[in-house]
């Protein structure tokens, strides 16, 4: 199956004025606008996490057959129960600091509906709205949680096996997933974008002189997302004094999980040592430009991958931005679309 889909990669040619990576990069934060999802009625679910605690994490499900009424039109096609329910759930899942309310996972959710792909938006363990019952949160390579949603989903939903696709961090956990091989041949395929493949590449990277607003930002981010969970006291009064990312993962992610320190963090859940293990059709996206991710872990795969592997790269696009001109869409949601499909083949 893999080995015969075929991907029509579109020229990358950047919108106006999103020139470079850096305004690819924070294009949605200035004009950005979440998708409208509301044709399709939303089921939301709750789920134990796969710790052996009671975390939680939440999932938003809708299925393009229980689009509205009011809502079809003659441009809009019309999908039968039968035919979304044959084809795999799509599950998205967010990356450093979102949710299921983040805005790529709406757009991309949007796309997938209208091609007849029932979706889930997933919000990970210590995310919004389940942050304030979490004792932890997730992270990198925390995959026991991904594989306990699938566990606990209705078999109605999975009986055609799923798709993951993951966002930034929520890549490299969905990368880990397929390497390891916890869902066996319920795993129809796997998709990347912007994924941080080597988790040291990436710290390093983003503590770079000419990205502290960005590390000031999303150190901010996570540190506001820490505080909103029932962390443990002794590590709550951790939050204020911290100053980088590094500090943050060495202190709170390595102490709530068990790791020696960020570096061995770093070096357990880093996706790049399994990718190339992945029995699945896989699909990973990124761009060359990305301000946030060393693009070595890239270069090191290029190359040496099966043949059921997809590597897309593109030399604009920033992180999680690929905003291109003479598409409706972005670049990599019209290129996801298209693998979803490729794998029904």
């Not at 689009?67 to 799509?90: E, F, I, N, Y």
């Amino acid at each position: 199956m893999g080995d015969q889909l075929r991907l029509n990669i579109p020229d990358f040619e950047p919108r106006a004025p999103w020139w470079s990576g850096d305004l690819q990069t924070v294009r949605n934060t200035f004009i950005g606008a979440n998708a409208d999802l509301s044709p399709w009625p939303e089921k939301r679910r709750e789920f134990v996490s796969g710790g052996g605690d009671d975390d939680r994490l939440a999932g938003r499900y809708q299925d393009p057959a229980e689009m509205g009424a009011d809502h079809a039109c003659a441009s809009t096609r019309q999908w039968t129960a039968q035919q979304t329910a044959s084809r795999p759930l799509v599950i998205l899942v967010h990356g450093l600091t979102g949710s299921a309310d983040s805005l790529y996972l709406t757009h991309t959710a949007k796309e997938l509906l209208t091609h007849g792909f029932r979706v889930m938006r997933l919000s990970l363990r210590g995310s919004p709205p389940v942050a304030e019952y979490c004792t932890k949160q997730y992270h990198a390579g925390l995959t026991a949680d991904l594989v306990a949603v699938v566990d606990q989903l209705p078999s109605g939903w999975v009986k055609s096996g799923v798709i993951f696709i993951g966002f930034s961090l929520g890549g490299n956990m969905v990368m880990r997933l397929a390497g390891e091989g916890l869902l066996g041949d319920r795993l129809h395929g796997v998709a990347s974008v912007s994924a941080p493949l080597d988790l040291k590449g990436c710290q390093r990277r983003i503590m770079r002189p000419r990205n502290w607003l960005y590390h000031r930002h999303i150190l901010k981010l996570m540190v506001e997302g820490a505080a909103a969970n029932a962390l443990p006291h002794q590590l709550r009064q951790r939050l204020p004094g911290l100053k980088t990312v590094y500090e943050f993962d060495d202190q709170i992610v390595a102490a709530l999980h068990g790791f020696e320190g960020a570096d061995d963090y770093y070096a357990r859940n880093s996706a790049e040592g399994v990718v190339r293990d992945i029995a699945c059709p896989t699909l990973i996206i990124h761009s060359w430009d990305d301000p946030w991710i060393d693009p070595g872990v890239y270069k090191r795969l290029r190359g040496d991958l099966p043949g059921h592997h997809h590597l897309v790269m593109s030399d604009g696009g920033g992180h999680l931005g690929f905003h291109v001109r003479g598409l409706e869409t972005t670049w990599h949601d019209h290129i996801l679309t298209q693998f979803c499909l490729g794998t029904l083949a």
